[in-house]
């Protein structure tokens, strides 16, 4: 089992920056890929980007040069840097890792934190 603690969402004024953290703790060490996803109201829950256990990343399309993915495996943390900040990252977003055990992938999520951006 995996557990994911996201902190570092907020209200913040478009043009601004926040730094979201995810947290893991357990069997990490089985972890594969780790990302951050988002939903809007009444929306689909969308991958903004993710980073494998080899270090690759990729974004979705409207946030790369925006927000940056990284990871500290000394503190068994994943961040996102998000700068420039539009009103339509506003959402809930979701810290996920994916972990591969016996030849099947388990999805473990985040209880989610709210990113505003008011314009």
């Known amino acids: 089992q995996v557990q994911l603690v996201e902190s570092g969402g907020g209200l913040v004024q478009a043009g601004g920056s926040l730094r979201l953290s995810c947290a893991a703790s357990?069997?990490?060490?089985?972890?594969?890929?780790m990302g951050w996803y988002r939903q809007a109201p009444g929306k689909q829950r969308e991958l903004v980007a993710q980073?494998?256990?080899?270090?690759?990343?990729n974004y979705l399309a409207p946030v790369k040069g925006r927000f940056t993915i990284s990871r500290d495996n000394a503190k068994n943390t994943m961040y996102l840097q998000m700068n420039s900040l539009k009103p339509e990252d506003t959402a809930v977003y979701y810290c996920?890792?994916?972990?591969?055990?016996?030849?099947?992938?388990?999805?473990?999520w985040g209880q989610g934190t709210q990113v505003t951006v008011s314009s």
């Open positions: 980073i494998t256990s080899g270090g690759s990343t």
């Open positions: 357990g069997s990490i060490s089985s972890i594969n890929a």
């Open positions: 996920n890792a994916v972990r591969l055990v016996g030849g099947s992938y388990s999805q473990y």
